[in-house]
C-alpha cells in the first residue's frame, strides 16, 4: 500500500511524518523538484522509525514515476502564503504548479484518490479535477477537518474542557467566508449556546474563520503545518483503511445544497473509493444564504483560472 505526497515542505513533510505515526501505509513516497529535498527530508524521517516503531520504507525522489501503485496521492506543491497574502492572492501562482502536479498523477496513477491541500484550496481542487478528469468521488481538497480541529480547539479552551469531547462541523470554503456551524456545534451532546453566551460564541466563529491568517501574522515567514498535515492524514487514513468516516471535505457539488460545478466543503463519507457518499443536512435559510455566498465566491476564483 503506496502513499505518495508532492511537495516536501512543511505540510507536506508534516504529513509524511504523522504518516509514519500512525502506521498507515507500508511505504510513504515524498517528491520534490528541488534536487535533494525529498530526500534529505525522508532520510530524516526514516531515521525516526527505530524510535517508535516504523516498520515500514520511506521514500525521498525526484522522480514522479514513484507515483505508480499509489493507492492515495496527497498534493501539497505551491508558494506558502506570507503576512497579507489572501488565499486568492495566490490562484495563478499555484494554479501552474498544481496542474503539473495533475498530470503527473493521472500519467503514473490513474487509479488512486487524490487529496489536494495547496492554497486556494476550493480552486485547486477544481484545477486537479478538471486536469486528471478523474471521476468526483476521486478528488477532493483538505479543509474542513482542518477548520473543524481549529474550531473544536477553541471551543474547549474557552470551556476549559477536553478538545476530544467537542463535536462541531465547519462548511463553505476554506478562507474567510466559511462557515463554522454554531447550532450543531456541542460538548459532550450539550449545544455550546448553553455553554456560552452569544458574543463568545461570534469570537470563537471569527477567529475560527481567520485561524490560519493569525499563524502566519505570528509566524512572519511561513503558515501552519502541523495540524494541516494531520488533518490530511486524518482524510489518507480513512481511505486507505476503509474506515468510512463522516469527515468535512471539499468535494464536486451536483445538485447538493442546490449547488453545482463548484468544490465546497462538506460532511461527507470517506472510504476505499474516495467520497462515498455526501451527506445533505437541511440548513436553515441564513445558513444557505451564507453556502450560496461560498459558491459565488468559488466561481469567480474559477473564471479566472484558463485550463
Known sequence: MRLS????????TSCAHWA???GIAQEIVLFDIVPGLAQGKALDLAQSA???????????TEDFSFLEESEVVIITAGKPRTPGMSREDLLKINAEIVKSCAEKVS??????????VSNPLDAMVYVTYRTTGFPKERVMGMAGVLDTARYRYFIAEA??????????LVMGVHGDLMIPLVRLANVGGIPITELLPLDKIQEIV?????????????????????TPGLATIEMAESILKDE?????????????????GVFLGVPVILGKRGVEKIIEIKLTEEERELLESCAKACKKLIDLLTL
Open 20 to 22: 509514519m505515526v500512525r
Open 5 to 12: 505526497i508532492i511537495g516536501a515542505g512543511a505540510v507536506g
Open 244 to 260: 468510512k468516516r463522516v469527515l468535512s471535505c471539499s468535494v464536486l457539488l451536483d445538485g447538493e445544497y442546490g449547488i453545482s
Open 107 to 116: 500519467k503514473y496513477a490513474p487509479f488512486s484518490k487524490v487529496i489536494v
Open 159 to 168: 470551556l476549559g474542557v477536553s478538545p476530544k469531547d467537542v463535536q462541531a
Open 50 to 60: 527505530p524510535l517508535f516503531g516504523f516498520s515500514g520504507k520511506i521514500i525521498g
Open 206 to 226: 471569527e477567529r475560527t474563520k481567520f485561524g490560519g491568517g493569525e499563524i502566519v501574522s505570528l509566524l512572519k515567514t511561513g503558515s501552519a503545518f502541523t
